[in-house]
C-alpha cells in the first residue's frame, strides 16, 4: 500500500481511523505500508522481541496513535475464519 496512508497529516487515512476507534487488520509479510505498520505495532507491544532485529523499516507508529485498534495477521501462519 501507499506509505502516506500511514504518515501523520491529511493523507493519513489509516492513523485517522484508528484513532476514531476503527479497528485496522494488517497483513504481516505482505510488504508495503502494511508492513511497515504491522512491524511498528509489534515493536511497540513487544519492544525487546528478538524478531525486531530483522524489521529494516524507519517507521515508528506515532505516539498518540493507540497501538489496541491493531490487529496484525501474518497470512503465512495465521488463518481466519469466517463463522
Given at each position: 500500500g501507499n506509505e502516506a496512508l500511514i504518515q501523520p497529516g491529511v493523507d493519513g487515512?489509516?492513523?485517522m481511523e484508528a484513532m476514531a476507534g476503527v479497528p485496522v487488520v494488517c497483513?504481516?509479510?505482505?510488504?508495503?505500508?502494511?508492513?511497515?505498520?504491522?512491524?511498528?505495532?509489534l515493536k511497540r507491544r513487544q519492544p525487546n522481541h528478538p524478531d525486531h532485529a530483522n524489521f529494516k523499516y524507519a517507521y515508528d507508529l506515532p505516539e498518540h496513535v493507540p497501538d489496541?485498534?491493531?490487529l496484525i495477521?501474518?497470512?503465512?501462519?495465521?488463518?481466519?475464519e469466517k463463522v
Open positions: 487515512k489509516i492513523l497483513l504481516h509479510n505482505t510488504g508495503g505500508a502494511a508492513e511497515m505498520l504491522g512491524a511498528s505495532v489496541d485498534q491493531f495477521l501474518n497470512p503465512a501462519k495465521d488463518s481466519v
